[in-house]
């Protein structure tokens, strides 16, 4: 036969040595070993041949096949080893990079700010006791000593549901509950929502929240209640915190004050966040008026004790200096996540 089958294989190792892809590999393999390759044409051919010769030759092309074959599944290997290594390549991880911190939910800051008052006068010896939001004006205004007509209802302008119930404006008738118990001593905190018809802007919403405190028993004066309050500003604020009381009017506390911390941003020398003045005011307190007792059933020549109010918005803005209250109600997580 007038076929040199050494060259035939020679070409073709060649070209798939020279194979640039799969497809390319293919294209060869077919060309070879398909229904019309060259190989598979000697293969047809063997017939023409003397048996003797058929046997011989034969063989030989038997040999350049699977020369052949065995190429090809060489290169495909290689082409598959390339291609997942590619892959590998294109897919790396590298697991040394900071994972994604997987986001759940937090606190909101004010929140974190009343379970910190709230641990702090735990810590005294307070126990936390809860009122009703709707209220009755007897507890929110009567028995606290802001009769009907008193300029101090006009300061907490009031949602009336009808002429004896309202939304707390305060946590103050907490006090009021507290004391017609008639138990003492009486050492507690009361958190919670009230109510205002106030606009809402910057610095006032028409709810927002405060905590009460009073402590009612026998020899309680008013250095027990600068004791407490200030230990209160320490361990809220900070050890080098200092207070100051100046005098206030509240119609169930008598005398009445206004507690200021000494600036945390300055130290008190005086600057923006303290409008220059090195203090901020913080709460409301005094020692619990004797017409506050009479009007709750106790024996005003019996007992004494002090109350305060703080707002809990009011602190949470001092301590994250957030300048606008607002935010704090919006709940838009790009601010809240901050809290986190
Ligand atoms: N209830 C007062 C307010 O809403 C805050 C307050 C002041 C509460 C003095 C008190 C207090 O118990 O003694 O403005």
Known sequence: MDINLEKLKDKALESIANAKDPKDLDD????????????????????????EERKEFGKTVNIAKSAIEEHIRLKQKKFGEKIIAEKFKREAIDV?????????????????????????FEKMGYTVVTGPEIEYDEYN???????????????????YINDKVLLRTQTSPVQARVMEKGKLPICIISAGRVFRSDSV????????HQIEGLVVDKD????????TLTTFAKAFFGENIKTRFRPHHFPFTEPSAEMDVSCFKCGGSGC?????????????????????????GLD????????????????????YEIDDMRLLYENDVRFLKQFD
């Open 96 to 120: 040394t990079l900071p994972s994604k911190k997987i986001s759940i939910g937090h606190l909101h800051p004010c929140s974190i700010v009343y379970n910190d008052v709230r641990d702090i």
């Open 272 to 296: 923006r966040f303290c409008k220059n003045e090195g203090w901020i005011e913080i709460l409301g307190c005094g020692m619990v008026n004797p017409r506050v007792y009479e009007l709750c």
């Open 141 to 159: 205004f009567e028995k606290l000593n802001i009769e009907k007509g008193h300029p101090a209802r006009d300061e907490q302008d009031t949602f």
């Open 220 to 227: 309680i004066s008013f250095t027990d209640l600068k004791g």
């Open 201 to 208: 802007d910057a610095t006032h919403s028409p709810t927002f």
């Open 300 to 319: 005003k020549d019996k007992c004494q004790g002090f109350a305060f109010g703080i707002g809990i918005e009011r602190l949470a803005l001092l301590k």
């Open 28 to 51: 060869i393999r077919v060309s070879y070993l398909g229904k019309k390759g060259e190989i598979t044409a000697v293969m047809q051919r063997l017939r023409e041949l003397k048996e």
